[in-house]
């Protein structure tokens, strides 16, 4: 676990590098942070002095230059970064979301089937996700667990999207491993 203390707007800044980063993978620039996160350019210029002294971002110099996020960005965070992740499918009001990784999925309070609730923690931004949207996830790997729901809430600076679970089927034979 990360021992490096980040403000919200420290977290949402550096949430959002990494999100264009991973669409991009190259530097990004300061202005595209901006419009992620509706802040100022020069707001995300003074962030990025601070996160580069924590060495959470470097810098790239240059007219292609921008900002790229270090591994410890992603333990700050934790992320866990991975070469080749286990592609879970999550579909937002129908359509197919190819740039986002289903990181976990929690469960919770599934011994009271009107308030079950499931924690969708994901790699990629959720702004376009809103309340009351449907959205499924899975099948995951192993399990093949699949899980309808509706958007209760969600956690932009986490990238967690909370869904009133209106269905969840995982198959009753023997998963393969």
């Not at 979301?97 to 599934?110: A, H, K």
Request: aromatic share 2%; with cysteine; charged share 25%.
């Amino acid at each position: 676990m990360s021992s490096i203390e980040l403000t919200p707007s420290q977290k949402n800044i550096l949430q959002a590098l990494i999100n264009l980063h991973r669409e991009k993978e190259d530097a990004i620039k300061g202005e595209d942070i901006a419009t992620q996160v509706d802040r100022n350019a020069g707001t995300i210029r003074n962030q990025m002095q601070s996160l580069k002294a924590l060495q959470l971002v470097e810098g790239v110099p240059g007219p292609k230059g921008g900002y790229k996020p270090t591994a410890a960005a992603y333990e700050a965070l934790e992320i866990q970064q991975m070469d080749e992740p286990a592609t879970v499918p999550l579909t937002h009001e129908g359509e197919s979301i190819e740039d986002v990784i289903v990181d976990e999925i929690d469960l919770s309070s599934v011994h009271h089937p009107e308030l079950c609730r499931a924690e969708i923690h994901i790699q990629g931004s959720v702004r376009d996700i809103h309340e009351g949207d449907a959205v499924t996830v899975g099948p995951t790997p192993l399990s093949k667990l699949v899980i309808e729901g509706t958007v209760d809430g969600k956690d932009d600076t986490n990238n967690i999207i909370i869904l009133r679970i209106d269905n969840m089927v995982a198959p009753a034979e023997e998963a393969e491993h």
